[in-house]
Every structure is written in structure tokens, then in C-alpha cells.
């Protein structure tokens, strides 16, 4: 076999589920950290080129080309970097050095290398190059992948809570029958975690920031060659024109502060959604909410009836790898050894991993929640079963009229056993309260008493 294709892959995040991972392709591949690193390379370059000090000239159709090596990076230009590194290429001996592959790379295609190339990479060290290389595929693979999806579900939350706001709904605290609440406030619920989850999410996305500091972070080699130049300024500007904040002191390594808050951030949406699942999943096992069938599906190898929460369930696997890769991620490359150790940089080539298993949770967690629909008979049915619940609206309905006894009357009438309206109301004819009281009481039913559930609703932006 020549072209063994995704079902031979060794992750299925490249095999089984690479249609669902496709979108981050640009942001976590191997081609796309090559892009990457081209493009600080090349910034950079025409950086030094702006300054006064250097002698370094580009004109604007060289600065054209130049930007046309990262805006039209291509599968081809990527075998080229790939080739520069194992086995050389064009004269180049292999590097067997990734980022020197980039500055060869750079440097081919120059028009004059005598003059300009010693410019490539000038006074930087590699981790200069990946730190923001890195940056600028984590940033907009968060912006622009992962928090369109986390929004998108929960905008379908809020929506189907406005739908559902007053639909009533037993509630279970510890599992057991308790004050019934609507099926739109629980899903507002987490429509507003989801939507502070991301809030936060999106704050640590704003915040990520690179370095350009050199071998230790003291600008050694710049302010050697030219210590007239501010090239703590130089560094600031230059990093914040890719998008980033800067980060102003740093070892030979960007301390990877800022991208553990997005880690840690993105375990907040995925805690959220991992909770929602879980509660979907419960739903639907006590036909809470009925599900759809897809034409052609099999649920059950062996049982033909069965349809299962099968997304719902995909999502929550994905979700707990994903946030175990989270955290390693965070807890690993925010330490470095003295002023540097490599140990990172093959654990930050893992970092689209996460993401992918983010990216299909989210999918699966859409998937689910168009699939299920509320059983509002079975809701209602349940309620009926479970009359004991408004137990507590009738002792505090007895405190407000000033029944010393009212919770130890309602204890004895109903934990631990089962009391039916029929219960509730002869002990309501006992009671020496007013009629009004007695009718306020006989009202009292488990489908209406859901407080103010449907208004809570209200409070989704």
C-alpha cells in the first residue's frame, strides 16, 4: 500500500474524526507552524529594514515578495522547509534544525543573499521565532474556530430556554424528587456558565503575548551590534504589529503564562458543557426528552430498539481528554529550567491536539441537542407521581401564618414515603387556618410551583 490515507492514521483526531478536525488545520499542522515561523522571519526582516541604524535595505517589491511567502504559503513551500531540515535542499546541507530550515527558507528566496541574507533571523534565537509563531496560531485558532462553536451552542441554549422557559419540570437534588423548576430555566442555566466561560475565554485570547529578547532575554546580541538602537521599543512594537501583547521581560523563554490562562479558560467552557452533557444524557434516560432517529442508524449491535445519546456521550469523552491535555499543557510549559530547556517544544506541538478534541466535543454537543426534543407528557407525568414536592411550598405558606410545627408536620407526612394530593388535602381540612389559607394551599400543585422560573429566563442577555 502506497496512500494508506486517515484510516491508517495512528490518532484518530488525523483518521477516524479528521472531517470533524479539518477547520484547525490551518492553525495546529506542521505547515501552518512553518507558515508561522515565515511570517515573524519575514516581519522581522522588513522590521530591521525600517530601522536607521542598519544598512539594510528592501524595496517595496522586494517587501511584496517577501509577504508573499507566508499570505501564499503552500503545500509546496512546505515540502521545501521540511526538505531544508532532513536531507537539504538547493545547495543547503540539512539542518536538522526546524527554524533554520525557515531562515534558509527565507533566504533562497532574497535577491540578493550576499547582501541580505545575513539579515535573516539577525540577533535572534530560535525560541524568538516559535514563541510568536506559536502565538499567532493558538490566537486565531481560538477566535476564530473554537469561540464561534462554544457560541453557537450557546446561542441554541438560550434560544430553546426562551422556547421552554415555562414548561414545567421535576427537579432532583441528590437524585431524589425535589422543587420542580421549567426545562428552559435549566437550560438558561447553562446558557449563562457557557456564556461566562467564554467571556473569559476570549479575555485570556486577548491577552496572549509574545517576546523578542534574544538567547536570555537581555537583547545581548542586538545591543552588541547596535547600542544606540532602543531595541526594548523595537521588541514592542514589533511583537504588538503581529497582533500580540508583549511581553517585556522573559528567560530565553516566553514564560507561557498567557497561554495557560487560555488553557485554563478553555477547561472552564469545556467543564460547563461536559456538566451539560451529563445532565442531557440523564434527561434522555428518564424520557425527559425524546430524541430523533436518524434514517439507516444502528443503536445497538445486538438490541434493534435502541437509540442512544451517542453524541452526547462523544462529547463528554472528548471533553475529558481535551481537558486532561489542558492541563498538562498548562501545568508543563509554564516551567523551563534556568534560562532554557527544550523539553516544551515538542509538548507545545501538541497544543492542536487539545483543540481538536475541543473542537469535536463541540460538534457532538450541537449534534445532541438538535437531536432531542422534551417529552412534556412524561414531564408532566412526573410531576403528578411526585406530589410530595410541594411539601416544602406548605410549610412555608403554615411559617407565614405563624405554624410553629408546620416543617415537622410536612417531615411527617412525607419523608421517606410516598403522600398523594388526596394526603395534602386532608390534612389541609384539619388545619386551623383561614379558608383563604386552605384554598391557598389546595391550589398548590407540582406543575405549578416553579416559582419564578420562566421570568429567571429573563435574565440571558
Not at 505547515?31 to 508561522?36: E, T
Not at 498548562?330 to 509538548?347: A, E, F, K, N, P
Request: hydrophobic fraction near 40%.
Amino acid at each position: 500500500m502506497t496512500d494508506r490515507g486517515p484510516l491508517f492514521a495512528v490518532s484518530p483526531l488525523d483518521g477516524r474524526y479528521a472531517r470533524y478536525t479539518e477547520p484547525l488545520t490551518d492553525y495546529a499542522s506542521e505547515a501552518a507552524l512553518m507558515r508561522a515561523r515565515v511570517e515573524v522571519e519575514v516581519e522581522y526582516l522588513i522590521a530591521l529594514a525600517d530601522l536607521d541604524a542598519t544598512p539594510l535595505e528592501l524595496a517595496d517589491d522586494i517587501r511584496a515578495d517577501l509577504r508573499a511567502l507566508y499570505e501564499e504559503f503552500d503545500a509546496e513551500d512546505a515540502d521545501v522547509i521540511k526538505r531544508l531540515e532532513t536531507e537539504g535542499y538547493d545547495g543547503y546541507s540539512a539542518t536538522n534544525h526546524d527554524v533554520k530550515a525557515v531562515e534558509y527558507f527565507i533566504r533562497m528566496h532574497l535577491p540578493d543573499e550576499d547582501e541580505q541574507g545575513p539579515w535573516v533571523h539577525f540577533g535572534l534565537t530560535s525560541e524568538d521565532a516559535n514563541n510568536l509563531a506559536h502565538r499567532l496560531l493558538v490566537k486565531p485558532a481560538v477566535e476564530e474556530v473554537l469561540a464561534p462553536e462554544i457560541r453557537e451552542i450557546r446561542d441554541t441554549l438560550a434560544a430553546e430556554a426562551r422556547e421552554y422557559r415555562d414548561l414545567p419540570m421535576l427537579a432532583r437534588t441528590h437524585g431524589q424528587p425535589a422543587t420542580p423548576t421549567t426545562y428552559g430555566k435549566e437550560l438558561a442555566v447553562y446558557a449563562s456558565r457557557l456564556g461566562t466561560a467564554l467571556a473569559r475565554l476570549e479575555a485570556a485570547a486577548e491577552e496572549i503575548s509574545g517576546k523578542l529578547a534574544g538567547a536570555s532575554g537581555t537583547y545581548a546580541a542586538h545591543h552588541a551590534a547596535y547600542p544606540e538602537v532602543d531595541w526594548r521599543a523595537f521588541s514592542e512594537e514589533f511583537v504588538e504589529s503581529l497582533g500580540l501583547e508583549h511581553t517585556a521581560l522573559s528567560t530565553q523563554v516566553n514564560p507561557c503564562d498567557d497561554l495557560a490562562a487560555v488553557f485554563d479558560a478553555l477547561r472552564g467552557v469545556n467543564n460547563v458543557l461536559r456538566d451539560l452533557d451529563l445532565d442531557m444524557w440523564l434527561y434522555v434516560s428518564d424520557r425527559y426528552l425524546g430524541q430523533e432517529t436518524v434514517e439507516g442508524e444502528t443503536g445497538s449491535s445486538t438490541m434493534p430498539h435502541k437509540v442512544n445519546p451517542i453524541d452526547f456521550e462523544n462529547s463528554e469523552g472528548n471533553l475529558t481528554k481535551a481537558n486532561s491535555d489542558l492541563t498538562f499543557l498548562g501545568d508543563y510549559i509554564t516551567t523551563s529550567r534556568l534560562q532554557r530547556d527544550l523539553s516544551d517544544s515538542t509538548v507545545k506541538r501538541n497544543i492542536g491536539a487539545a483543540f481538536a478534541h475541543c473542537l469535536i466535543a463541540y460538534g457532538k454537543t450541537q449534534n445532541g441537542l438538535a437531536k432531542v426534543a422534551p417529552n412534556e407528557d412524561v414531564m408532566r407525568e412526573e410531576l403528578e407521581a411526585n406530589p410530595e414536592v410541594i411539601g416544602e411550598a406548605v410549610q412555608t405558606i403554615l411559617r407565614r401564618e405563624g405554624d410553629t410545627e408546620a416543617y415537622e408536620r410536612i417531615k411527617d407526612l412525607t419523608r421517606g414515603q410516598r403522600a398523594t394530593l388526596a394526603d395534602f388535602r386532608e390534612l389541609f381540612d384539619e388545619l386551623d387556618v383561614d379558608d383563604s389559607v386552605r384554598e391557598e394551599l389546595r391550589a398548590l400543585t407540582p406543575a405549578t410551583y416553579t416559582g419564578l422560573g420562566d421570568e429567571l429566563v429573563d435574565e440571558l442577555d
